[in-house]
């Protein structure tokens, strides 16, 4: 079955204005959308993202290092789903949570390079 | 990294005072913004986290740990940018070894200072409680809008400002020491008696916000009289006056939603928990010398929470206590309430009398106190006309829907 990235990115501070109890709320949903996607066998894993970072770049023939500033568009973070089609997964995509607190998500099919070298 | 089950109730709102106040401490009070940011973060990261790999053993010292490791980073870099690797980085003051552990008791100390800071005399009244609420109390811009009936960009805009008078200050974090410390320790008393006032009123707006302000209010007085600077009388006789005015939230609304006076309460529905804390509280209150407005409020709200019934209750112990009120504070909406307490101790002609005193007092034109009382007076030696008459003016004055129920049905003869 092929293999999705759910990548959630946040534009503006949302999440900071959200009070602690409604940061909480958002919590159990987010426990709510993991038990559903587990409970359909379609959850492969996730992380959040630390900010920041290192932005690497050629320069004059050289490569240098940063200096890394954040766009517009953070990435916060991302799930690993498994479905049977960019349709169903994007349904499951729905459901997440960040997209209640102002996130938006992006979801885009993993290739599988087995499959492409004819394996 | 076992536990299944999500956190327990207002986990995230307890936890972020206690983080906020820990990295403070850390990072110092001007990076104030810093501590709230490396806040967020981490409750951000155990949202994406702990549905997955399951909430930590101890999830209060992974948000610790992650928080102060974000504004590690940031303060790191921000030194790197200004080109002094050394600089904040080696002034952010490392957490003390075994901080896991040590974060587990209770920070009462940072979260004093933090409160302290909050309440700084620098700030207005109103942006003490705005960043009372925000920062010591993890309450959202939005909550605290709806709260206080005004808009989330006013909110906003009072703590940005609030923040840099601080910083332009040099308002520091710590206890203030000596003479200093009861003058500071009243503001910051003075703030959560306000917070609650606001969310023990009854009636209008989000109720919900505003049963959360109250209970903040008693944890937060709760966590002052657990710190050695704090076990002082009149704190004692605050969260005793907090605790018996909130034993009767359940009762004091009828199944149509009326705001009903103590006397019509089902003192059955009285949270006796909350009673018998605020009687300890009242007793712990009375060693020492002071006694403040707080000993006499809470003296007040004692006689009508152990009266067993209305006719029980000692109307001119509670007469004396206003009478002392009087004394100190002598704003015409105290005078008003000793007059009902004269008027149930000594009867309602006594009471109109002392009314009239009152009839041209400018603060108490706009508000249905005066004629809700007149009326009660008047009922009471049988001019229901008048009586009548009265209510519907309350009624025509009050400013909450609960209230405004009570007195129409009044007004209407209903009982």
Aim: charged residues 30%; hydrophobic residues 45%.
């Amino acid at each position: 079955m092929p293999r999705y990235m759910v990548l959630m990115h946040e534009s503006d501070d949302a999440w900071a204005k959200l009070s602690a109890e409604e940061k909480q709320r958002m919590m159990e949903k987010y426990f709510a959308w993991a038990e559903e996607l587990r409970r359909g066998d379609h959850l492969r894993g996730g992380d959040p993202l630390v900010r920041g970072g290192r932005l690497l770049r050629v320069a004059g023939g050289e490569v240098v290092d940063g200096p890394f500033t954040e766009t517009k568009e953070v990435l916060t973070g991302y799930f690993m789903l498994e479905a049977g089609d960019l349709d169903e997964a994007a349904a499951l995509a729905r459901g997440c949570p960040a997209l209640i607190h102002g996130e938006s998500v992006v979801v885009r099919e993993i290739a599988e390079l087995s499959e492409d070298a004819g394996g | 990294m076992t536990r299944a089950d999500p956190v327990a109730e207002h986990f995230f709102r307890r936890e972020s005072g206690r983080l906020v106040a820990a990295l403070t401490r850390a990072l110092g009070p001007d990076r104030l913004d810093l501590a709230e940011t490396a806040v967020q973060e981490a409750f951000l990261r155990a949202l994406r986290v702990w549905p997955l790999r399951g909430v930590p053993d101890r999830p209060d010292a992974w948000l610790y740990r992650t928080a102060r490791n974000f504004a590690l980073d940031v303060a790191r870099r921000e030194a790197r940018f200004r080109d002094r690797e050394d600089g904040i980085a080696a002034e952010l003051v490392p957490p003390p070894a075994g901080d896991d552990t040590r974060f587990a008791g209770e920070l009462v100390d940072d979260r004093l200072r933090l409160m302290f800071l909050c309440c700084h005399p620098a700030l207005s009244r109103p942006s003490r409680v705005t960043l009372t609420l925000k920062v010591a109390a993890g309450f959202g811009t939005a909550e605290i809008a709806r709260a206080f009936r005004t808009t989330e960009s006013t909110v906003a805009q009072r703590i940005v400002r609030a923040k840099r008078t601080l910083r332009e200050r040099g308002a520091p974090f710590e206890l203030p020491a000596g003479a200093e410390l009861a003058g500071r320790m009243d503001a910051v008393l003075d703030v959560l008696y306000l917070v609650f006032s606001e969310g023990y009123r009854p009636g209008s707006g989000d109720e919900d916000a505003r049963r959360d302000l109250a209970a903040e209010a008693v944890r937060l007085v709760q966590l002052i009289r657990r710190h050695p600077a704090g076990r002082l009388p009149h704190v004692e006789a605050l969260l005793a006056l907090m605790l018996f005015q909130s034993s009767r939230l359940a009762a004091r609304t009828d199944a149509d939603g009326a705001l009903l006076p103590i006397e019509e309460q089902d003192r059955a529905r009285w949270d006796r928990r909350a009673i018998d804390e605020a009687v300890r509280a009242l007793a712990r209150s009375a060693r020492g010398g002071r006694l403040s407005e707080y000993h006499l409020l809470a003296g007040i709200s004692a006689c009508h929470a152990l009266a067993p019934d209305p006719a029980a209750t000692d109307w001119e112990r509670i007469v004396g206590l206003y009478d002392e009120l009087v004394a100190r504070n002598g704003g015409d909406l105290v005078r008003l309430n000793r007059a009902v307490a004269v008027g149930r101790a000594r009867g309602p002609a006594a009471a109109l009398a002392v009314l009239g005193e009152l009839a041209e007092s400018p603060a108490l034109q706009t508000c249905h106190y005066l004629p809700a009382a007149r009326a009660d007076a008047l009922h009471r030696l049988g001019r229901d006309e008048e009586a009548r008459a009265e209510w519907e003016r309350a009624a025509r004055l009050a400013s909450n829907g609960a209230e405004r129920i009570y007195l129409e049905r009044r007004a209407r003869g209903d009982k």
